[in-house]
């Protein structure tokens, strides 16, 4: 499963884009609303789970490319959360782009893209989104999506009592919502 946008190829991982990936996961900047650092392992592991569930399903993260430099440039998509949320059952969509590639528009590029897919072929009624709630940045491109701010917050249930990150806010588009703006993917 393969989609297009205007300057993106949203795409099945391949083995060339774990060192980029890797690095990905290595950076402090990219990482600074994650709870830690991920070791090569936990990124390696991260994408054969990502691959796994594109080759059985035919959707998930999928891997970014920059259509003109056909660089690697992060991952964009559609999941499942694996903890337990306020909001289960639910499909997310969820990203993660290289520092390199921030502010050039990918991010909603490719989430827009995302959104179609998830709308238009797997028919969900709804896709959510969170993040904790220091990250301003994903929460500007949530709104800037279409989503709306539930108003209820919650503690991930992966992180600690206490840690910064643990509070989360949660977004919601319903497809409602996503037909009546009519955005161009």
Not at 37 to 46: I, N, R
Not at 55 to 70: D, I, N, P, Q
């Amino acid at each position: 499963m393969e989609m297009e946008t205007e300057r993106l190829l949203l795409r099945q991982w391949r083995d060339e884009d774990l060192a980029p990936f890797v690095a990905m996961g290595r950076d402090p900047e990219v990482m600074r609303y994650f709870p830690a650092l991920l070791s090569a392992e936990e990124s390696a592991e991260g994408m054969a789970r990502q691959r796994g569930w594109i080759a059985e399903r035919g959707w998930g993260f999928w891997a970014v490319e920059e259509k003109a430099s056909g660089d690697f440039i992060g991952f964009v998509g559609l999941a499942v959360p694996r903890a337990e949320l306020p909001c289960m059952p639910c499909v997310e969509v969820g990203w993660r782009l290289r520092r390199a590639s921030w502010g050039r528009g990918y991010a909603s590029e490719a989430a827009r893209r995302a959104l179609a897919f998830g709308f238009d072929e797997l028919a969900l009624d709804e896709i959510v989104s969170f993040t904790a709630l220091p990250n301003l940045p994903s929460q500007r491109l949530m709104r800037r999506l279409g989503m709306r701010d539930s108003g209820r917050d919650f503690d991930h249930p992966a992180l600690a009592p206490g840690h910064p990150l643990r509070r989360h806010c949660l977004y919601r588009l319903s497809a409602a919502e996503w037909r009546a703006a009519a955005p161009e993917v």
